[in-house]
């Protein structure tokens, strides 16, 4: 017995386990009667706490449950048939491999060597196959650099994270106060933020006692005085995120979150969607900034709007996402002011050339360099979108969305139907009114030729009167209205052969029939030109355009929330700021430039170049050395009589400082085009310059009369090639076809320049004088020998803006 307490006192631990195994055993053996212990003392507590039986069955109506059970039955057929044996486990085998496929290339594009996560990236956005819940998945693993590679790849959008609460929307109200808040805390630091919150945004009522959020089955309540209030202050921050250290304070403060309600608010307003994309791209080009895209889900949000139909959303998004794309091998930043207009997504290679666009006053990216209205109407000067023609959204679609638009099926919602209808009908008989009152003329010209002979003889004969008795030239004329393809002996003439040109310029001025394509009917049109066309003409350059703000009388308020904005209207300080930024994005390494500037965008690129070259920074300097070849469209070298506005019409009172700059025989300007023509004696002896100026007037509404914007005299250089074009000013950079001289001409530089010889072209003799009037005179190359020339006057072919003549070679 001492021998047992002896041993349990040595090992007490194992006495303790007994115990309480011993204890265990009792209770599950005799587990009924020590619940009914239990029950005696917790029976009401258990009875208060406990929850309602929920029915084991649920109601469902008889023809889905018909429905389903005929589905299963039929499914278990299927599934007794031999082949179903056979191929469903292939089917679930293929399914696996599919899907591990792509949860293998993810996590070799999260953690493989550069090359590696490329080759992954680029077969990840080839997948579409898989399931939507399969792409939420893996879009939940997916980290924010894969998620950028993704999306500069072209894909599918489901890859991405949806928004944050996507369905509800903020109140504006709160928005506006945290707006406020943050922007509060920048006043020290920028003056501009003080004058913006004396003038605009002054302090906001306390919210309280209303809804913060709003669903999207909801009817937000948004008067103008919130909306214009909301606009105002998406334009201020555009402005103010063009400073780097406001721009990481306003990212650090949750700004992003932010903009993200303003999206949502302004969800069907192109518009100020623009300008808020265009604030995410000032705050892109911030350090770490790609996290805090991620997280607050813009990545998807920029994907999407990189294939809106709207041309500004395209553009700036695609800027947004090459600054976030550090692993791009050919990465590059895009600060304020400059755009890529291709390629706007990630290239195996690097371009052989960069083709630089800068516009002239009052223009735009998004606006100078569309194709020629083959419908033109008279320039306006009032309202924000002088320089177009249409004042609405449609201006900046692109491609096949504006052809839908302009064929009545624009309206998503169906609210406009009735009203294009409405407008068609009235049209049509404008049109039917139109034609009565031209046959009823007719007939009356024609019994007043019969009753007064003599009347008659003593007129001038009209060219439209002019029969065609030719058999040949009615077989012509039934063939192109029948567009048929001309053979290889016919040539036809650009549209818009030159008026003039000096004596060593030469060129191609028409195109052979069996290469003419008929683009009179053609519904394609294009508000890029250079965005849509030279990348199908020369797909492995990069083509940049140069965007800034301008005016023409110092009413306008571009400048309104910053004071030190007044000062970026000189030409010197906005040459500095855009050769800066140039630079930034590598603009001439290792590559030619070609610089094709509009009116006051040839001033600036001389300039910029002749700053550049005295630099000592080595980027900023590449843009001189590098460039090649340099095209001036109506360019007023000499200066503009716009600046003498003032003096016949009281309409500009207070021009602008861009427009006092370019008076006629300004002594800078003077100066500025001697020292560039030295330098291309010197520095830039090999440096190609075109120059095309203007041969018809500008119409202008607003004052009733036309206007020679930039003369012939102003717009010469006395180096290179110079061509009088019959279009005016604004149409100077808008070709109306592919297949026109102005379009050809340009492309022709960019080829020699990436050639870097001079290829070699069929040479035309260019006459001082090549179109008069009612009649034209080509002279062909001593290589051809024309056998047949078919001449008529213009109004024969009133159908085509072209001219044709057959050769036959010798």
Not at 377 to 387: D, I, P, T
Not at 410 to 417: E, R, S
Not at 529 to 545: S, T
Not at 712 to 741: C, N, T, W
């Amino acid at each position: 017995m001492n021998n047992l307490s002896s041993t349990l006192r040595r090992y007490p631990k194992t006495v303790g386990s007994i115990g309480i195994l011993t204890t265990c055993g009792f209770i599950l053996y005799d587990k009924h009667r020590f619940r009914r212990l239990l029950s005696k003392f917790f029976d009401e507590n258990v009875a208060k706490t406990e929850k309602k039986p929920q029915p084991d069955y649920i109601y469902i109506k008889y023809h889905i449950y018909k429905e389903s059970m005929r589905k299963l039955k039929q499914q278990e057929e299927d599934e007794k048939k031999w082949i179903s044996i056979i191929i469903n486990p292939i089917g679930k085998w293929w399914k696996a491999v599919k899907n591990s496929v792509a949860w293998r290339l993810l996590n070799i594009a999260q953690n493989g060597s550069h090359h590696e996560r490329l080759k992954a990236v680029r077969q990840l956005a080839r997948i579409d196959h898989l399931k939507d819940w399969d792409f939420r998945h893996l879009a939940q693993i997916c980290d924010a650099r894969t998620a950028v590679s993704l999306a500069r790849s072209g894909a599918d959008t489901r890859w991405f994270v949806p928004v944050r609460m996507k369905g509800c929307i903020k109140n504006p109200k709160f928005v506006l106060s945290e707006l406020h808040d943050i922007l509060s805390h920048m006043k020290k630091k920028k003056e501009c933020v003080q004058n913006f919150f004396t003038k605009y945004f002054p302090e906001q009522d306390p919210v309280e006692d209303i809804c913060e959020f709003f669903t999207q089955e909801q009817l937000i309540t948004l008067n103008v005085q919130e909306s214009d209030l909301l606009k105002e202050v998406t334009s201020f921050l555009h402005h103010v995120t063009k400073d780097q250290e406001l721009a990481q304070q306003f990212m650090l403060e949750g700004g992003l979150v932010h903009l993200m309600e303003l999206r949502k608010i302004f969800a069907e307003d192109n518009e100020a969607l623009s300008t808020l994309c265009k604030i995410l791209a000032n705050l892109s080009v911030l350090p770490d900034s790609v996290e805090h895209f991620f997280s607050s889900g813009w990545i998807g949000v920029l994907a999407e709007w990189q294939q809106c139909p709207d041309l500004r959303l395209q553009v700036i998004s695609a800027k947004t996402m090459a600054n976030l794309d550090h692993d791009d091998p050919n990465y590059t930043p895009y600060p304020a002011n400059v755009y890529p207009l291709h390629p706007r997504s990630r290239t195996l290679s690097k371009p052989k050339a960069d083709i630089v666009f800068v516009h002239g006053l009052m223009g735009g990216v998004f606006i100078t360099w569309r194709q020629k209205d083959r419908k033109p109407n008279e320039l306006s000067l009032y309202g924000k979108n002088a320089f177009y023609t249409s004042e609405t959204d449609d201006v900046f679609l692109v491609g096949e969305q504006r052809r839908w638009k302009m064929n009545g099926n624009g309206d998503d919602n169906g609210k406009n139907n009735s009203a294009t209808t409405t407008n068609e009908e009235e049209a049509k008989a404008k049109e039917d009114e139109i034609k009565n009152m031209e046959e009823a003329a007719t007939e009356a010209a024609r019994k007043e030729a019969e009753n007064d002979k003599l009347l008659k003889a003593a007129k001038k004969p009209s060219a439209k009167t002019l029969e065609i008795s030719d058999v040949a030239t009615k077989e012509l004329v039934e063939t192109l209205q029948n567009e048929a393809e001309l053979e290889s002996d016919w040539e036809v003439v650009h549209p818009d052969v030159p008026l003039s040109a000096s004596e060593d310029s030469t060129g191609e001025f028409s195109v052979a029939g069996n290469k003419w394509i008929n683009e009179d009917n053609d519904e394609d049109y294009t508000n890029c030109w250079p965005m849509e066309w030279l990348p199908e003409d020369h797909p492995n350059v990069r083509v940049i355009g140069i965007d800034y703000t301008s005016a023409l009388t110092e009413w306008s308020n571009f400048s309104k929330y910053c004071p030190c904005e007044k000062g970026q209207g000189y030409i010197d300080v906005r040459a500095t700021t855009l050769m800066e930024r140039l630079a930034i994005s590598d603009v001439g390494h290792n590559r030619p430039i070609v610089w094709i500037g509009h009116s006051m965008g040839g001033l600036l690129t001389k300039l910029i170049l002749i700053k550049a070259k005295d630099s000592k920074d080595p980027k900023v300097q590449q843009l001189a050395e590098s460039t090649r070849s340099i095209v001036f469209l109506g360019t007023p070298h000499r200066g503009s009589p716009i600046a003498k506005w003032r003096q016949h019409m009281q309409v500009i009172l207070s021009p602008s400082i861009e427009v006092k700059e370019m008076e006629e025989d300004a002594p800078k300007l003077l100066t500025l085009h001697q020292e560039f023509m030295k330098c291309l004696h010197t520095c830039f002896r090999n440096v190609d310059i075109l120059s095309i100026a203007e041969g018809a007037p500008t119409m202008l509404t607003s004052f009733k009369f036309p206007l020679h914007i930039v003369t012939e005299e102003s717009a010469r250089i006395d180096y290179g090639d110079f061509y009088v074009l019959k279009d005016d000013h604004l149409s100077l950079s808008k070709p109306i076809f592919r297949q026109s001289f102005l379009y050809q001409r340009l492309l022709r530089v960019i080829e020699e320049t990436i050639n870097e010889q001079k290829s070699p072209q069929s040479k035309y003799e260019v006459p001082t004088n090549l179109m008069k009037q009612q009649e034209k005179q080509i002279k062909v190359a001593p290589t051809s020998s024309i056998q047949t020339l078919i001449y008529q006057t213009k109004d024969i072919f009133a159908f085509l803006p072209q001219l044709l003549f057959k050769f036959s070679t010798s």
